[in-house]
T-cell receptor, first 111, second 115 residues
Framework: QQQVKQSPQSLIVQKGGISIINCAYE??????FPWYQQFPGKGPALLIA?????SEKKEGRFTISFNKSAKQFSLHIMDSQPGDSATYFC??????????FGAGTTVTVRA | ETGVTQTPRHLVMGMTNKKSLKCEQH?????MYWYKQSAKKPLELMFV???????ENNSVPSRFSPECPNSSHLFLHLHTLQPEDSALYLC??????????????FGPGTRLTVL
């Protein structure tokens, strides 16, 4: 049973556009929601993370929006650049060592 | 070396071979993880070690055998693997304490092909 569902599977955006990736979860005990970015041939790298005490977190061009009542969170990439082309994974964790990952979204930014 | 390193980066083995994957973290973390990454699937957690003690074994077949001799090193011993075990094997570490205890940092992975 997949605990975190991620959509879309892939998306294409023009340079300067906004990329939006959505994740939904079922377990209300989750209290940590990170996003990872993975380039081909590399391991995932932590991009940004949020805890449920805030509804939004912004770091540079990357923003997480969190809706606790809907059990959803999303990643917005503003002013998308070709260097942002990668696979993005959302994840969720409760008060233990386990991260439940989404299946990933491949983002392609066209110049 | 910085961060999390993994060797080898690529490995091709037959089903009767025995090989080992190595992971080393240079972050002073207390917890280490093995994940399996297959195409179009979520990362699958295999094992978790905290302070050299295994705290999670996620129903992984016995042909995968982890070893954690100290908090900086983690091994995955492989024997009699199947072709469906071909995947990218990722190692990660996390502080294991404090507010960011489960903030995980990944290595580059070992691309394993089983013939």
């Amino acid at each position: 049973q997949q605990q975190v569902k991620q959509s879309p599977q892939s998306l294409i955006v023009q340079k300067g556009g906004i990329s939006i990736i959505n994740c939904a979860y079922e377990n209300t005990a989750f209290d940590y929601f990170p996003w990872y970015q993975q380039f081909p041939g590399k391991g995932p790298a932590l991009l940004i993370a949020i805890r449920p005490d805030v509804s939004e977190k912004k770091e540079g061009r990357f923003t997480i929006s969190f809706n606790k009542s809907a059990k959803q969170f999303s990643l917005h990439i503003m002013d998308s650049q070709p260097g942002d082309s990668a696979t993005y994974f959302c994840a969720a964790s409760k008060d233990d060592y386990k991260l439940s990952f989404g299946a990933g979204t491949t983002v392609t930014v066209r110049a | 070396e910085t961060g999390v390193t993994q060797t080898p980066r690529h490995l091709v083995m037959g089903m009767t071979n025995k090989k080992s994957l190595k992971c080393e973290q240079h972050l002073g973390h207390n917890a280490m993880y093995w994940y399996k990454q297959s195409a179009k699937k979520p990362l699958e957690l295999m094992f978790v070690y905290s302070l050299e003690e295994r705290v999670e074994n996620n129903s992984v077949p016995s042909r995968f055998s982890p070893e954690c001799p100290n908090s900086s090193h983690l091994f995955l011993h492989l024997h009699t693997l199947q072709p469906e075990d071909s995947a990218l094997y990722l190692c990660a570490s996390s502080p294991g304490r404090g507010r960011f205890y489960n903030e995980q940092f990944f290595g580059p992975g070992t691309r394993l092909t089983v013939l």
